[in-house]
Structure formats: structure tokens, C-alpha cells
């Protein structure tokens, strides 16, 4: 017969479940990626709090540095350094605390890198196979 295999399949069935097959590829796909990029966007949200938390503790650290600790250091320095002292290493606090909040805020973090690899290997079978 022209149009059927060893098993009795009829082309148009073969094709038919060749679709279906890559239908279900295609999301399964997709349900990966958007499993990853909410991952991800979980990362970016803790992130972005780390910045605000550090923005927040670096004003906090401001306000904190003109009052006590500057008040301490007058005893033995003249006022402005004991306010300079204090403001210095607060602000560097507040500083390293927004930088590591900064540094997770990278585009390579969001980058849904299991499911590129994942496509692109089904790319490369659906490739082999034809």
C-alpha cells in the first residue's frame, strides 16, 4: 500500500501524531521556562528589597551617625571629625548592603538558562531525526 507503514499507520496518522508529539514538546517548553522565570523573578523581589532594606539602613545610619556616635568621639576629637568618622563608615554599611542587592539584579539572573539549553537540544534531536 502507498500510503501506510510496516504496521498498517496511514501517513496522514503519522503526521497527525508527529504533531501531537511536538505540541506536547512545545509546552512542556513552555511550562519549563515559565517555571524557571518564576525561579528567577523570586530572585529579582528578594533583590529589589535588598536594595530598599540598604537604601533604609543607610538614611537610618545617617540620621544615627549626626546624633550618638558623633557625640561620643567629641569627648577626645573636635565635632566635625567625630561627625565625618561616623558618617563615613554608616554610609559604607548602607553602601555594601544595596551593592550585593545590586549585584543580584543582573540580566544573567532572570536568563532562563535550563529551558534555552533544554530547547535547543530538542532542537538538535528534531534536527537529527529528520
Known amino acids: 500500500m502507498a500510503g501506510t507503514d510496516q504496521r498498517g499507520h496511514s501517513i496522514g496518522e503519522i503526521a497527525g501524531g508527529l504533531a501531537n ?3 506536547d514538546l512545545v509546552r512542556g517548553e513552555l ?4 517555571a524557571e522565570l518564576d ?5 529579582v523581589i528578594i533583590a529589589a528589597v ?3 532594606g540598604g537604601a533604609l539602613v543607610a538614611f537610618a545610619g545617617l540620621v544615627v551617625m ?7 568621639l567629641a569627648f577626645w576629637l573636635p565635632a566635625w571629625a567625630s561627625l565625618l568618622i561616623v558618617g563615613v563608615a554608616i554610609v559604607a554599611i548602607g553602601g555594601f ?6 549585584a543580584k539584579l543582573s540580566l544573567k539572573a532572570v536568563t ?13 534531536m528534531i534536527k537529527e531525526h529528520t
Open 31 to 34: 511550562a519549563l521556562a515559565r
Open 50 to 52: 535588598s536594595i530598599v
Open 21 to 23: 508529539d511536538v505540541q
Open 39 to 43: 525561579t528567577k523573578l523570586h530572585g
Open 112 to 124: 532562563p538558562e535550563r529551558s534555552i539549553a533544554s530547547v535547543q537540544k530538542d532542537a538538535n
Open 66 to 72: 549626626l546624633e550618638g556616635g558623633a557625640a561620643v
Open 97 to 102: 548592603i544595596t551593592r550585593v542587592g545590586l
